[in-house]
């Protein structure tokens, strides 16, 4: 499956985003989806991930209450709506995807880069 994300720009702190991830060249909903975040010179972090339904999402800590991570699977698509943004969101922003609730994630998109200015 190819995974492209779209949406990533600048914005002021405060502010809201969505990001979106078109899934192609396998049936989506065969697929739990992801969202992971690299900051500057770290490694990735976990943002939460959705099944392949949409009925069940999981967050990390730091996201929780602000991210809602969603999806159309009418569409092919993954959503990241993320609100009350802060300078520490800034990161680049990757979907990832896996056959129904195997362990690893397979797929990836190249990203899209949020930043977040005080």
Do not use: H
Request: proline share 3%; hydrophobic share 35%.
């Amino acid at each position: 499956v190819q995974l492209v994300e779209s949406g990533g720009g600048l914005v002021q702190a405060g502010s809201s985003l969505v990001l979106s991830c078109l899934a192609s060249g396998r049936p989506f909903d065969n697929y739990d989806m992801a969202w992971f975040r690299q900051f500057p010179g770290k490694g990735r972090e976990f943002v939460g991930d959705i099944d392949w339904s949409g009925g069940t999402t999981t967050y990390a800590t730091s996201v929780k209450g602000r991210f809602t991570i969603s999806r159309d699977n009418n569409k092919n698509t993954l959503y990241l709506q993320m609100s009350d943004l802060k300078p520490e969101d800034t990161a680049v922003y990757s979907c990832a995807a896996r056959y129904w609730s195997t362990p690893d994630w397979m797929y990836w998109g190249q990203g899209t880069r949020v930043t977040v200015s005080s």
